[in-house]
């Protein structure tokens, strides 16, 4: 019976998923193999990013909420077209995306890139940590980098993945319903999570080259997590968080400062 179920598992999973490699590894040597839902694609994902930012930007804007600070705005625009123009160095077809940048009036240390290209910086995540240009240069590559890297599409992947292996095995044990959602949640914890951390921790490293190529001082990054850290004492421990811990993330970050500041140095030259 055993044997019968991991059969099972092993069909579904290999017909579930295929391996692709969305970005050229950099200098920092973002080369891990990645793993897409076959019956997901890239449009696909972009379509419903597309939609979905609209939406989020409908709501900003009849909340007044929108680019209301209009020298906020200008100098979010200006670091993330410097950083943009350098996204063909990972990927190409980068260049053809239909790229939008906004600022929401948030509270919230948050800001984000939808895939395709879709940013979104809150004011609060600038003002509460005082960023510098070369900080939000950080913080922003960062947020490319999950789009580039297709990481929202990866992540998507992984739960249809799951879905589809936990139902091979459901069916195959006569699980009740109750006991297949624990079972996802146990897949989630033991694959999902880690996973996750990937995820951030790829995304500072392309961050940090992008960060770099586009003028801006590499050093800079680390002091983001500093300042993170320094207002978010309550975070989880890093084994059930999503995100690497601040003192994981400023130790990987200051490691790799020395394979991009090279390029940081060509870049103020000019």
Known sequence: ??????????????????????TS?????????????????EKQVQTSAATAYQQEITKANQQGMLNQDKKLY?????IADRLISH????????????????????DQLNAYCMPGGKIM????????????DDELAAVMGHEIAHALREHGRERMSEQMAEKVIVG??????????????????????????????THE?????????????AGYNPNAAANVWR????VSKNNPPEFLSTHPSSSSRIRDLNLNVPKVMPLYQAAKKY
Not at 171 to 192: D, H, I, Q, R
């Open 227 to 230: 300042k993170m850290g320094r």
């Open 87 to 106: 996204t063909v160095t990972f990927r190409s077809d980068a260049s053809s995306w239909a790229w939008e940048v906004n600022v929401q009036s948030n």
């Open 25 to 41: 590894s950099g200098r920092v040597g973002v080369n891990r193999a990645q793993y897409m839902f076959s019956g997901l694609s």
């Open 74 to 78: 200008a100098r979010v625009k200006l």
């Open 121 to 132: 910086v809150y004011s609060g995540i600038i003002q509460k940590l005082t960023l510098s």
């Open 201 to 213: 921790t790829e995304a500072d490293l392309m961050g940090l080259e992008l960060m770099a190529r």
């Open 168 to 197: 091979v095995g459901a069916m195959a044990l006569g699980l009740s319903e109750e006991s297949t959602s624990l079972v996802g949640m146990v897949t989630n914890v033991t694959f999902g999570l880690p996973h996750s951390r």
């Open 1 to 22: 019976m055993f044997r019968k179920l991991l059969l099972l598992l092993m069909v579904a999973l290999l017909t579930a998923c295929q391996t692709v490699n969305t």
